[in-house]
């Protein structure tokens, strides 16, 4: 239309709508909004549409501008006048004031507030698993001249690839991920060596297949992360073949840099947290300890039950191999011993029973893996997650936080140098000098300020996320129930097969309640 709104010309009221209206995520107003905002009006529907006809919209969106043109024109229509371009032109200097309330009460409009969008976690566990799936397996080891080294194949369901990795390549990715996301729970790697001059009854071989159990939680706890997921550095390390994935990932996070500097609402954070943010972190941190130290106690338990199993399976075999031992004897009684002829029988029975509690030691031993793979790993899966967050918080304390109050603190003692400066004679560039560090001080603090509500951001984020993985419990649960009634239907199996066949060891009633 002929005389554009210009935007310096447009009331204060214009703006402070605009402000309360336009998505928080955005310069622009949804078309939805901008449709209540008309309903507000009471005008009647014919108007309203005429009103919508002459305003533009792209995508579902307004512009500032189209907005303000509508606003004036629904205060011209208010007056009982046309609402039309050709009537705006004549009060372009001074457009008139709609009547649509205070407008710290049209926020209330805005369809789908972006401050619940942004903070609100979305997804379900059931979404966060079958983002994907990786297998770390352990590769036969190659051997140079002077080393070895553990190599491991990464598989990746989503990216349907397969790639080599060392443990310092899992190394490199850890430290740019943490250098990426640092506002976020980053998984702690498992360490590289066994520590020297510690005890352990751990030999390498079990140390090595406790590492890649390890790596393999981290890579899926960070595969299947809401906002690691989607991100250039999770997918170079997942599909990348080339000889050096280790400098390609610090390309890649050179080029991006970190998350405070690529997302779209990070300088915004305030906007979105309520109110209570410190009071409701407090609480859930609390909440989640207290979690971290229960799964604790089941994980250990559960460690133990597991490790029954494979002594069971030990102690089952050992005992077959006794009783053939005893079978295999072929030492003869004296004359004196009565049951002479019946030892003769019995003893050529023994003989055969290893295989039968070899079988028993092998479900056994079976019981032992089922419980490690499908109880205590998930177990330890989630504890992985739950220390990450424990490490976030410590990060966020000691880290953005503390450096905030360092920074402020330093600002207090140039603010008193420049007063007892411009109180006593200087020389002028040495105040010019101080008031220069202090600006930059400001705007170092206004970084920081902005850094802090922004990890407070993702941190409300990440404490959805231990919220989400929750229900992991009824997942771990079903698979230490499942276990048992496998683990005791087998075992049972071979006993009730085992019971008949030696008969002619306990007699007539199959040694039941047989008195001793």
Not at 372 to 382: G, R, S
Not at 395 to 424: F, P
Not at 428 to 449: D, F, G, K, P, Y
Request: a neutral charge.
């Amino acid at each position: 239309m002929a005389g554009e709104i210009n935007e310096g010309s447009v009331p204060a009221y214009y703006r402070e709508v605009y402000v309360a209206v336009r998505c928080r995520t955005d310069e622009r107003v949804q078309v939805e909004v901008f449709q209540r905002l008309l309903q507000r009006t009471d005008l009647p529907k014919a108007v309203l549409g005429q009103i919508a006809e002459h305003v533009d919209s792209t995508d579902g969106f307004l512009s500032k501008l189209s907005l303000y043109k509508a606003l004036a024109l629904i205060a011209l229509a208010q007056q009982g006048r046309q609402p039309s371009p050709k009537l705006l032109e004549n009060c372009i200097q001074e457009l008139p004031k709609p009547q649509l309330g205070e407008p710290k009460d049209l926020s209330a409009l805005r369809m789908q507030p972006a401050q619940e969008d942004a903070l609100m976690m979305s997804k379900t566990l059931d979404k966060l698993l079958v983002i994907d799936t990786v297998q770390v397996e352990l590769i036969p080891e190659k051997k140079g001249l002077f080393l070895k080294h553990v190599e491991y194949q990464v598989t990746s369901q989503r990216y349907k690839i397969s790639v080599y990795r060392r443990y310092s390549d899992f190394d490199v990715f850890h430290e740019v991920l943490l250098q990426r996301f640092a506002y976020r729970v980053v998984p702690a790697l498992p360490p590289k060596r066994m520590l020297k001059g510690v005890l352990t009854s751990v030999s390498e071989r079990e140390f090595i297949e406790g590492r890649r159990r390890a790596l393999g939680r981290f890579i899926n706890l960070v595969a299947r992360h809401p906002i690691f997921s989607e991100d250039e550095l999770v997918k170079t390390f997942l599909t990348f073949s080339g000889s050096d994935v280790q400098s390609k990932l610090r390309d890649a996070y050179k080029k991006t840099g970190d998350e405070f500097m690529t997302n779209r609402i990070a300088t915004q954070a305030k906007e979105y947290l309520p109110a209570d943010i410190q009071s409701q972190f407090s609480t859930s941190r609390e909440l989640i300890r207290n979690i971290h130290n229960s799964f604790h106690k089941l994980r250990d338990r559960a460690e133990k039950m597991a490790e029954r199993s494979k002594e069971n399976a030990t102690d089952l075999l050992m005992f077959g191999r006794e009783l053939s031992a005893l079978g295999s004897d072929a030492s003869s009684l004296p004359a004196l011993a009565s049951s002479q002829s019946t030892w003769g029988t019995l003893r050529q029975s023994l003989k055969s029973l290893s295989v039968e509690f070899a079988v028993l030691s092998d479900k056994a031993a079976q019981q032992g893996r089922r419980e490690e793979d499908d109880v205590v790993e998930k177990l330890n899966l989630f504890l992985d997650l739950l220390q990450s967050y424990r490490d976030l918080c410590e990060r966020h304390e000691k880290g953005v936080l503390h450096e905030h109050q360092r920074a402020l603190h330093k600002y207090s003692l140039m603010k008193r140098q420049m007063m007892s400066a411009t109180v006593q004679p200087k020389e002028q560039t040495s105040v010019e000098q101080l008031e220069s560090r202090i600006v930059q001080q400001e705007n170092a603090i206004q970084t920081m300020e902005l850094r802090n509500y922004f990890s407070l951001f993702c941190l409300h984020q990440e404490t959805q996320l231990i919220f989400t993985y929750l229900p992991i419990t009824s997942h771990i649960l079903g698979a230490f129930v499942n276990s048992q009634v496998q683990g005791h239907r087998e075992m049972g199996e071979v006993w009730n097969e085992l019971q008949p066949k030696l008969g002619c060891l306990f007699g007539g009633n199959n040694g039941l309640k047989t008195p001793i």
